[in-house]
């Protein structure tokens, strides 16, 4: 707590006060001449800006626990990669992600249940990168257990298995990057075995929904 307060009065207390300025500044201008695009515009911007922070979030968790089964098996032989991959707000949640017990499965249920199964938020974009990330967290279950049966059998030097271990992490870091990078853009996944898996999933919203038609050679939306 020491620490966060620190940043936020110490870093970042200029920019939220230039910030909160800036925005009564435009409050007041609002309501001096009525403006109606700018509004729309502004508007319009912040649910884009929302949908894709939270898009991008969603996969947040899902990247924790997959430094927490590889970090520690290359940290020692490779020090200056792990400082790539572990900045210092990701090493701090870690830290968390450790201290609580079956994290993973109450993260998995809370938001299967909460933000899946009661459809919020609406936005079908943010639950479809949500409940990705578990997708991904499942996948990570199977493929750790077959994982470390084959590191702690074939691997005998701590070289080996570190550099095992790096190159599995590298090719995860390949899909949580395309994961992201389409998060960003706002596109779905073109696989249709997975884009239906997690369809089905998300279930329909709305009795007028229009359901994803797998059928279609390049499906958008």
């Not at 502004?42 to 968790?61: D, G, M, T």
Request: with cysteine; net charge positive; aromatic share 24%.
């Amino acid at each position: 707590m020491s620490t966060l307060q620190t940043v936020i009065w110490d870093v970042f207390y200029s920019e939220i006060f230039l910030f909160l300025f800036f925005f009564l500044f435009l409050f007041i201008l609002d309501r001096k001449f009525r403006f109606t695009l700018p509004r729309k515009f502004f508007i319009s911007f912040n649910k884009l800006f929302f949908q894709r922070l939270c898009s991008v979030f969603a996969y947040y968790i899902p990247y924790i626990e997959l430094l927490t089964y590889h970090i520690p098996l290359i940290q020692e032989t490779h020090p200056y990669l792990v400082r790539i991959f572990l900045p210092t707000f990701v090493s701090d949640s870690m830290g968390w992600y450790q201290q609580i017990p079956f994290f993973s499965t109450i993260y998995m249920l809370f938001t299967y249940v909460t933000f899946l199964r009661f459809k919020f938020p609406p936005d079908r974009f943010i639950r479809y990168n949500l409940m990705f990330g578990i997708f991904l967290m499942y996948m990570q279950g199977i493929y750790i257990e077959i994982y470390m049966y084959y590191v702690n059998n074939w691997c005998h030097t701590t070289r080996e298995k570190s550099d095992m271990t790096l190159s599995m992490l590298l090719i995860w870091l390949i899909i949580f990057i395309s994961a992201v990078i389409r998060a960003i853009c706002g596109k779905y996944i073109q696989n249709n075995f997975i884009r239906e898996t997690i369809e089905m999933h998300l279930g329909r919203d709305g009795p007028d929904f229009i359901w994803w038609d797998r059928h279609k050679k390049n499906p958008k939306s």
